[in-house]
């Protein structure tokens, strides 16, 4: 482990850079005992003066905290299987108690949360860092001439390109590792979870057939309904064949007037020149 700028350990001088896990605890972690797991001797996260110790150490229930002042740890956030958030805090009272540090177990390693400052820090500090490399290289491009003035040469730049995608060529793509059974299963009861939480919505075209069934069983109850009142109303055709004897000899006779008629609209007979 490299010393720090004050000859401490980087990971006494900034616990923000460090993690923790054990693998033996990954497969059987749940809400039960991740408090247990994270109360482990080789976690360096974890005070041996906290009250949580003097409690573990006396076989006594964690519920005994509120009623003790001191440092004390207790499980903030739970969402079980794969994110556990721990706080560290200073309880004065049963009822008042001031957060020191945040923890958070994630698939089984423990990490520090960083606070406010230490984010704003990282931040700034990328963002000066970039535009620090953004002045740098658009300055190595600038050429000076005594009779020309400035002006900007990027062929330098062409041909770095040029030789990065050689050089990336030449590399070995990396090798993709299999998720272990401990991932899949977790992952998969994550996204049963979610939906079952957030189900996905029926597409467009499901919905307008839902609709129109609805529509069809509406109008079939409304038709059963009108037949059991007795007002059902039946469509016949316009035309159709009547079997009284009256009606059908009433049509047979306007047949054959229409018959007759069509006869008797013949042209008249041509008149014969008489010589």
Known sequence: MMPGRLGLPIAQENPLWISWHDSNWIPILNPANVMDYFSEKSNPFYDR??????VRMQRQSLDLLNNMTGVEYILLHV???????IRKQHRHTPSEATPLADYYIIAGTVYQAPDLASVFNSRILSTVH???????????????????????????????????????????????EPSSLFQRQRVDMLLGDLLRKFPLPL?????????????????????????????SIKQEPVEHASNNPNEAGSGMLMQVIKEESRNDMKPPPEKKIKM
């Open 49 to 54: 003066t906290c009250n949580n110790e003097i």
């Open 79 to 85: 969402q079980d299987p794969i994110l556990y958030v």
């Open 130 to 176: 970039h535009l620090q490399s953004a002045f740098e290289e658009a300055s190595s491009y600038s050429r000076y001439h005594p009779s020309k003035g400035y002006s900007w040469d990027f062929s330098s730049n062409k041909a770095l390109a040029e030789k990065n995608k050689t050089e990336k060529s030449k590399e070995t793509p990396a090798k993709e």
């Open 203 to 231: 597409p467009q075209f499901h919905q307008t057939q839902n609709q129109s069934h609805q529509n069809q069983n509406g109008n079939t109850n409304s038709n059963n309904t009108d037949g059991q009142d007795g007002v």
